[in-house]
Structure formats: structure tokens, C-alpha cells
């Protein structure tokens, strides 16, 4: 398996903790970014095919995983392009055996990795039904497979949160580049990687995994980078 990191994003909503820092870049511990924890705890499950798609500051992010064999693809246009984009410059790495995509900004702890290398659905989402209420981008699904997505569902039609990790089998490879290729020539550039998935839900079945339980956490503000602290002190 391989595994795509999108890290191109300025992360405005957390900026001014950051010091003209990708929010990848925060330390979990003395001298461990975030993004190193991760290539780290992914090459530790046997997952070292990792690349990584940068913009913002991505020189340091360079410097930062020089000692690690990684693959770096840029978004020069991540100021004005959103996620898809990035995931597009990286799309010759959507071929060969099974592939992972994730935010570069997300923490997940073991037990959540090891349930999603486990996985045999494809494609599939991470969703986190432990938090339907105050949920951020919002799915609904029935018997696993996805039936609405968006931020405009109600509480009462909302069955999980996304969590930003997909998990494609070599076999479903060709459709989901299709989908991302078409989306980038109608210039739907503005949009969210996820949104190849959603879309291609309505021909093709898109299953659900729910992870309620697990730990996990994407920093879009300065209160989920301090979640994810606390977590790794009270594990030790």
C-alpha cells in the first residue's frame, strides 16, 4: 500500500499560532513535527511508499523530511486552488496496489491505522458517528454505503463526521482518476479531495467505516492541536 499526504494549505484559521508554519509542521513531541510522527508511524505499519503534495512554506516541510524517503509533489496554486488540486498533481501515484489518501493535518492513533489497512471495502471513507452533533462536514449513510454528504445536513440526517482518510483498492484505481481528471478539466478546482468520492457516489457504491471509538484529530484550530497534546500525554 502507498499512501498520499496533502500538506499545500496555508491553514488560515489557525495562522497566527503558526508563525509562517505549515500546521503539519507542529510539534507532537520535542523535535517530532506532526507530519514526521505520521510518515514515521506509517512506515512502522509497512506502509514507506509515501507521498506528500506541498505549497505553503513547503520548502521546510522539505527540509523538515530530508532523512526520509519520501516523494514531494507541489501545488504552486495553493492559494487559489483548494485540495483536489493537490490531490491532482499527485494522480500518477493513484495507480499500481492500494492507496491511502489523508490530510497531512490529521493525527490518528494506532488502533485506527491498523483498522484501516484491515479494511476491505472500497472505496471507503472514515466517518466518526461519536460526533453527529457538532460534526464539520457531515455524512449521511445507510448500511455502510454513502447516501448525502455536505455541510448542510441537519443533525437528525446526519449519521457520522468525514474524517479526511480514504482508503482505495488497486481494482477501483482507474474510476477514481476518471472522476478526479473530469473535475479538474470542468475547473472544479475549488472543491475538496473528498468531493471525487462523494460525486462518484451516485454510480458507484462508496462505503463507510466508522471509527467512533478511535482517536483521531484534525487540526483546523488551536483547541485540536491541544486535544491531540493531551492525548499523547496521558498515553505516556
Known sequence: MKCILLAAGVGSRISRHLHNKPKSLLEMEPGVSLLEHNVKKLAQHGITDVSIVIGY????????????????????????????????????????????????????????????????????????ES??????????????????????????????????????????????????????????????WEHVFYTMSEKHPIYIKNIAGKFWAEIDFIEDYEKILEFLAKRG
Request: with cysteine; charged share 30%; hydrophobic share 35%.
Open 131 to 192: 460526533n453527529r452533533e457538532k460534526a464539520d462536514y457531515r455524512l449521511q449513510y445507510q448500511d455502510n454505503q454513502l447516501l448525502q454528504y455536505g455541510k448542510h445536513l441537519t443533525v437528525e440526517e446526519t449519521t457520522g463526521e468525514e474524517v479526511g482518510i480514504v482508503k482505495i483498492k488497486r481494482v477501483d484505481l482507474p474510476q477514481v482518476r476518471i472522476r478526479l481528471q473530469e473535475m479538474i478539466e470542468n475547473r472544479e478546482c475549488n472543491t475538496w
Open 57 to 128: 512554506e513547503g520548502k521546510q516541510i522539505i527540509e523538515t523530511l530530508k532523512n526520509y524517503p519520501v516523494k514531494f509533489y507541489w501545488n504552486y496554486f495553493y492559494e487559489v486552488t483548494n485540495s483536489i488540486t493537490s490531490l491532482w498533481f499527485a494522480k500518477d501515484e493513484l495507480d499500481g496496489g492500494d492507496v491511502m489518501i489523508m490530510n497531512a493535518d490529521t493525527f490518528i492513533e494506532d488502533a485506527l491505522l491498523e483498522d484501516i489497512l484491515s479494511e476491505e471495502r472500497s472505496p471507503v471513507i472514515l466517518s466518526d
